[in-house]
C-alpha cells in the first residue's frame, strides 16, 4: 500500500488490475434462476417484488430490466404458440 503513495493514478490503477488477476475466477458461475408462472397476475406481483428489491439496492437498474424484458420475451414466445 505505501509503495503505491508517489504514483499516479494510472500506475496505481495499472497495479491493481494486476493484484486482482493474481485470483483465479474460474470457479466462479453465474446462477440462473428459474420461476415457474401458472397466471399473469403471479407475473406481475414477481415483478412488483423485484422492483421492490431494486428500491432497497438489492438489485440493479439492469439486473431488473434483464429479467424484465426476460420474462415478456418467454411470455411472448408462449402466446404465439396458443
Do not use: C, H
Request: proline share 1%.
Amino acid at each position: 500500500m505505501f509503495e503505491l503513495m508517489e504514483r499516479e493514478e494510472k500506475d496505481i490503477r495499472n497495479q491493481v488490475i494486476k493484484l486482482l488477476m493474481l485470483n483465479p475466477v474460474a470457479n466462479t458461475r453465474k446462477v440462473i434462476r428459474e420461476v415457474t408462472f401458472q397466471r399473469m397476475e403471479q407475473l406481475f406481483d414477481y415483478i412488483v417484488k423485484l422492483s421492490v428489491e431494486r428500491d432497497e439496492g438489492k438489485l440493479s437498474v439492469n439486473e431488473l430490466r434483464r429479467v424484465v424484458i426476460t420474462i415478456f420475451m418467454g411470455k411472448e414466445e408462449e402466446w404465439k404458440q396458443l
